[in-house]
C-alpha cells in the first residue's frame, strides 16, 4: 500500500507542478488574476506531496519491505537502522526523488514567504520553478520509478556496499543536494525577472537569502566530504581533484561569485545583466555536475547506474533548461537598463574583478574535468590530476585572496587608491612578518606555499579591519558575516600552505618494538592484535606517539576485512588513526605485514606515518565560512526585517 | 563619454582575463594532463620519458617481489602483449594482487622501469578510474618476464 500511495502522491505532485506552469504562462500571458492566484497554493501543495512521498519512501526502507525493487536491490533487514534510512537516498532513484523533494520544498518556501517581489515576478518564478520539477517528475516517473513492486518477494535484500556504511556519508549527499538544489531557485528568480523585466534591488534582496543558503549546504558538504576522504581513504589527502569532488566544486564557485553580485545588485542596483547570467550558470553547473555524476560517465563509489537511456534523458533534460533559460537571456539581456555607474577603484570595481576570477577558475576547473571525456571521444585517453589543478587554479586563488584584503576596505562607487594604503598598514606587517618568520626560519619552503602562507596572514588581519573602531554590538550581522567568512578563508589558506609546504612522511616496515621517528615525535610500533568489529574483523596496530615533552599517546590504526555478502568478494580497507594536536594531526596507517628482513624473526608491519602541520585549520576555515555566511543570511532574512519593523514600530507607538 | 570609456576598458580587461586564462589552462593541460598507456603501446615508444603517465595492465603471475626494506615492490604489468617493470614504494590497495589489473600513476625512467607514484586496484569500490572499464577482463597473462 505504501508504494502505491508513495506513487500516487508523485504523479498528484507533478500534476500540481503541470497547473503550476500553465496557469503562470496564462497570467503573464493574459493577466488572468484567477489563475495566478492558484499558483501559489500548488506550489506548496506540490512541495508537501513531493516531500510525504519521500517519507514513504524511507518508510519502505525503514520496514525492510522487499517486495519493493529499490529496497530489496538498496537494503538488509540486518543493517543498522541508520543506514536503513540512508540506503533510501544511496541510490539512483532515491536520490532522484531526495532531488525533487527540495526542488518542490524551496518553491513552497519561497510561494509561502516571499513578499518583497512584485505579484508577477513572483508568479513567473514559481512557474520556472515547476518547470524545472516537471522534467525530472517525468524523468523520475517514467524512467526511474522509486516505488516499482517486484513480482516475488525476495527473502532479503542486496545490502549496501560496506565501504558506504559511514555515518559521515548518511549525511554528506543530502547536504551536497540541498545546496545543489537550492541554488535552483536562484535559477527561477533569474528566469522569473527577465520574463517581467523586474530586474533591480528587489528581485536582487529576494535572491539572496536563497544564493547564500544553498552556499552555506555546498560549503559545509564539501568540508565535510573532504574531510570523509582524509580520514576514510587512508592516503592522507584532503583534496584529490577527483572529477566528483571537481562537480562539487564548481557550482560552490558559481555560487560564491554570485553571492557577491548579487550584493551589488541589492545593494547598488549595478551588475544586473551579470548576476542574472551567475544565476543561471550556477544551476546550470549543479545539473551538469548530477549529469557527469549520475550519468557513468565516470565511474566512482558516486555513481550508481551506467544507463545510456538515463544519461540521454538527463542530457536532453538539461540541454532544454540551461538553453531555454540563455535564449530568454539573450533577448532580454538588451532590454536589462545599464545599472548604476561606479568607479573601477570602489567596492563595486573589486567584486568585478572577484567575479571574474572565480568565473576564470572555474571554467578552467571544468575544462579540467571534461577535457578526459572530450578526449576519450575522439580516441585519446588522458587522464588530468592535482598538478594541472594545482597550477591553474592556485595562483589565481591567491591573487582572489589579494583582491578580497581590498575589496571590504574600499567604499561603493568611488574610492581613492592612495587612502586605500592607509587602511592597510596592520595587514602588511602581519604579511611581512610571516613571510620574513618563514625565509629566515622555516626551511626550505615552496614558492605558492610560502605566498599561501603570506597572503593568508594578510587576509586574516585585513578580513578583521571592518571591524576597527566599530561599536561591536551595533555591527549588522552580514558585515560579521563577511568578516567571519573571510577569516575562514585565511584559516583554510593557511592550513592548506602549511601543510604541503612542512609535512612530514615516513613508510617503514616496522617490527613489533620498533620505534620511528616523524617530525618531533618518537612512535614505538608495539605490535598488533586481532579484533571484531560488528560487521567485519580486523588487525589493529598499537602505537605510542611520545612528543618531546614527554606526553605520550596512543594510536590504533587497523586493517579491516569485511566479509563478502552472497558470494561476493570480502572487502578490505585501512583505518586510520589520527592524533589531533594543537598544531596539526599525526596520521597513522597499518599496511601488509611483510616477513623480516632476515625471514627468522617475527613478521613487519608497514606503516605509514604523516605528520600535517595545521591541517585541521583547513576544516575549521570551511567551518568559519559557512558560519560567516549563515550569520550574512540571517542578517538579510526577510523574516528578520519583518521583527525589526515590527519592534521599531513598537517603539514608536511607546513614544507617542 | 568617461562612463563609456571606463566600459572599454573594463570590458578589455576582462577580455585580456579570459585570453590570458585560456592560454594558462591551455599550457597547463599540456604540460600535466597524463596519457593512459599499456605496456604495449609504451614498448611502441609512445612514452616519453620523465613525463606524467598512467599506466594500466594486469600484474602478471609471480611477478611481484618485495624488497628488503620491506615497503618497495616490483612487478611486471602486461597487456598481453608486452611487459613493463614497474616499482612503487607504499602501501598498495587491497585488491592489488597477481593476475589481476591495476592502473599506476607515475612516468618512465630512461632504462624501461615505470616508477609509480600511486597505484589503484581494479575493482576497487571507492575509486576506478574510467580507462578500466574499457580492459578485457579475459586479458591473457603474459609469462613472467
Same mark, same amino acid.
Given at each position: ?91 539512483? /532513484? ?34 520556472? !520553478? ?26 532479503? +535484500?542486496? +545490502?549496501?556496499?560496506?565501504?558506504? !556504511?559511514? #555515518? ?53 558538504? *564539501? ?10 581513504? +587512508? ?61 557513468? &560517465? ?45 568607479? &573601477? ?15 576564470? *577558475? ?47 576596505? &574600499? ?102 618494538? /620498533? ?18 568489529? #560488528? ?47 594543537? +598544531? ?33 585549520? *583547513? ?38 | ?49 620523465? @613525463? ?72 576497487? @569500490? ?20
Amino acid at each position: 500500500m505504501i508504494a502505491e500511495l508513495g506513487l500516487a502522491l508523485l504523479w498528484i505532485a507533478a500534476a500540481l507542478a503541470c497547473l503550476s506552469l500553465v496557469a503562470g504562462i496564462v497570467y503573464i500571458r493574459t493577466g488572468n488574476n484567477d489563475l495566478a492566484a492558484l499558483v501559489r497554493p500548488a506550489s506548496v501543495a506540490q512541495g508537501v506531496l513531493t516531500a510525504a512521498a519521500f517519507g514513504l519512501l524511507i518508510m519502505l526502507f525503514v520496514r525492510s519491505d522487499m517486495s519493493v525493487e529499490l529496497v530489496a536491490r538498496n537494503s538488509h533487514s540486518l543493517k543498522p537502522m541508520l543506514f536503513k534510512v540512508a540506503g533510501a537516498w544511496g541510490n539512483h /532513484e532515491g536520490s532522484m526523488l531526495l532531488w525533487l523533494t527540495i526542488l518542490g520544498v524551496s518553491g513552497a518556501l519561497v510561494a509561502l514567504f516571499e513578499r518583497r517581489l512584485r505579484n508577477d515576478t513572483l508568479v513567473a518564478t514559481l512557474a520556472a !520553478q515547476a518547470a524545472l520539477s516537471l522534467g525530472f517528475f517525468a524523468f523520475l516517473l517514467f524512467s526511474s520509478n522509486p516505488f516499482n513492486r517486484l513480482p516475488v518477494a525476495p527473502p532479503d +535484500g542486496q +545490502g549496501l556496499n560496506p565501504l558506504l !556504511q559511514d #555515518p559521515g556519508l548518511a549525511f554528506h549527499p543530502p547536504t551536497l543536494y540541498v545546496g545543489y538544489v537550492g541554488i535552483s531557485v536562484a535559477f527561477s528568480f533569474a528566469v522569473g525577472a527577465l520574463i517581467t523585466r523586474e530586474i533591480g534591488p528587489a528581485f536582487a534582496r529576494a535572491m539572496r537569502p536563497w544564493v547564500l543558503g544553498s552556499w552555506i549546504f555546498l560549503t559545509l558538504g *564539501i568540508t565535510a566530504g573532504s574531510y570523509w576522504a582524509y580520514y576514510e581513504l +587512508g592516503w592522507g589527502g584532503w583534496w584529490f581533484w577527483d572529477p566528483v569532488e571537481n562537480v562539487s566544486l564548481i557550482p560552490w564557485l558559481a555560487g560564491a561569485a554570485l553571492l557577491h553580485s548579487v550584493s551589488v545588485t541589492a545593494t547598488r542596483n549595478a551588475l544586473r545583466a551579470w548576476t542574472v547570467m551567475l544565476a543561471v550558470i550556477a544551476f546550470s553547473m549543479s545539473m551538469v555536475g548530477t549529469f557527469i555524476v549520475r550519468s557513468g &560517465l565516470l565511474t566512482s563509489v558516486h555513481s550508481f547506474a551506467v544507463d545510456p537511456e538515463r544519461g540521454t534523458f538527463l542530457l536532453v533534460l538539461m540541454a532544454v533548461y540551461i538553453g531555454g533559460a540563455l535564449t530568454l537571456f539573450a533577448f532580454r539581456a538588451g532590454s536589462v537598463a545599464e545599472g548604476k555607474k561606479f568607479a &573601477l577603484m570602489s567596492r563595486e570595481g573589486s567584486l568585478v574583478i572577484n567575479n571574474l576570477l572565480l568565473t576564470t *577558475i572555474l571554467a578552467l576547473v571544468l575544462l579540467g574535468t571534461l577535457y578526459p571525456i572530450i578526449a576519450e571521444a575522439m580516441g585519446e585517453k588522458i587522464s588530468v590530476g592535482p598538478p594541472y589543478y594545482n597550477k591553474v587554479a592556485g595562483p589565481l586563488a591567491l591573487i582572489l585572496c589579494l583582491v578580497m584584503v581590498a575589496g571590504p576596505l &574600499l567604499s561603493w562607487r568611488k574610492d581613492d587608491g592612495k587612502k586605500l594604503w592607509t587602511r592597510l598598514p596592520a595587514a602588511i606587517l602581519a604579511g611581512a612578518a610571516v613571510l620574513f618568520g618563514l625565509v629566515l626560519f622555516g626551511g626550505k619552503v615552496g614558492v605558492l606555499p610560502l605566498l599561501g602562507m603570506t597572503v593568508a596572514g594578510i587576509v586574516a588581519v585585513a578580513s578583521l579591519a571592518p571591524l576597527w573602531k566599530r561599536n561591536l554590538r551595533r555591527t549588522p550581522l552580514p558585515t560579521w558575516g563577511m568578516v567571519i567568512a573571510h577569516f575562514g578563508v585565511a584559516v583554510a589558506l593557511a592550513g592548506m600552505a602549511a601543510e604541503s609546504a612542512f609535512i612530514k612522511e615516513r613508510l617503514v616496515a616496522a617490527a613489533p618494538g /620498533e620505534t620511528v621517528k616523524v617530525d618531533d615525535f618518537t612512535v614505538k610500533f608495539t605490535g598488533v592484535s586481532p579484533i571484531a568489529g #560488528p560487521n567485519y574483523t580486523a588487525i589493529r596496530g598499537t602505537l605510542i606517539a611520545t612528543t618531546p615533552s614527554g606526553a605520550s599517546f596512543t594510536l590504533h590504526p587497523e586493517a579491516r576485512t569485511f566479509p563478502g555478502l552472497m558470494g561476493t568478494a570480502p572487502t578490505e580497507t585501512n583505518e586510520a588513526a589520527l592524533l589531533t594536536r594543537p +598544531g596539526g594531526q599525526l596520521y597513522a596507517v597499518l599496511g601488509q605485514p611483510v616477513p623480516s628482513a632476515d625471514g627468522s624473526s617475527a613478521d613487519r608491519y608497514q606503516l605509514r606515518l604523516w605528520w600535517k602541520p595545521l591541517v585541521w585549520w *583547513i576544516w575549521l576555515g570551511g567551518a568559519l565560512i559557512a558560519i560567516g555566511a549563515a550569520l550574512s543570511m540571517l542578517g538579510r532574512a526577510q523574516l528578520l526585517e519583518i521583527w525589526r519593523a515590527r519592534r521599531a514600530r513598537k517603539a514608536q507607538e511607546r513614544f507617542a | 563619454m568617461k562612463a563609456k570609456h571606463q566600459r572599454l576598458i573594463l570590458a578589455a580587461v576582462a577580455l585580456c582575463g579570459v585570453a590570458g586564462a585560456g592560454v594558462l589552462g591551455a599550457s597547463a593541460l599540456r604540460d600535466e594532463a597524463a596519457y593512459f598507456r599499456t605496456p604495449a603501446e609504451i614498448k611502441a615508444g609512445q612514452a616519453v620519458v620523465g @613525463e606524467p603517465m598512467r599506466l594500466g595492465g594486469m600484474v602478471a603471475a609471480g611477478s611481484i617481489q618485495r624488497q628488503s626494506d620491506g615497503v618497495t615492490i616490483r612487478f611486471v604489468a602486461t597487456d598481453g602483449k608486452a611487459s613493463i617493470p614497474v616499482q612503487f614504494t607504499g602501501i598498495v590497495p587491497d585488491l592489488f594482487a597477481e593476475n589481476s589489473g591495476m592502473v599506476a600513476d607515475g612516468r618512465m625512467l630512461a632504462d624501461g622501469t615505470f616508477v609509480a607514484d600511486r597505484i589503484l586496484a581494479k575493482h576497487d @569500490e571507492r575509486y576506478m578510474p574510467p580507462q578500466m572499464g574499457d580492459m578485457p577482463k579475459n586479458m591473457k597473462v603474459a609469462p613472467k618476464v
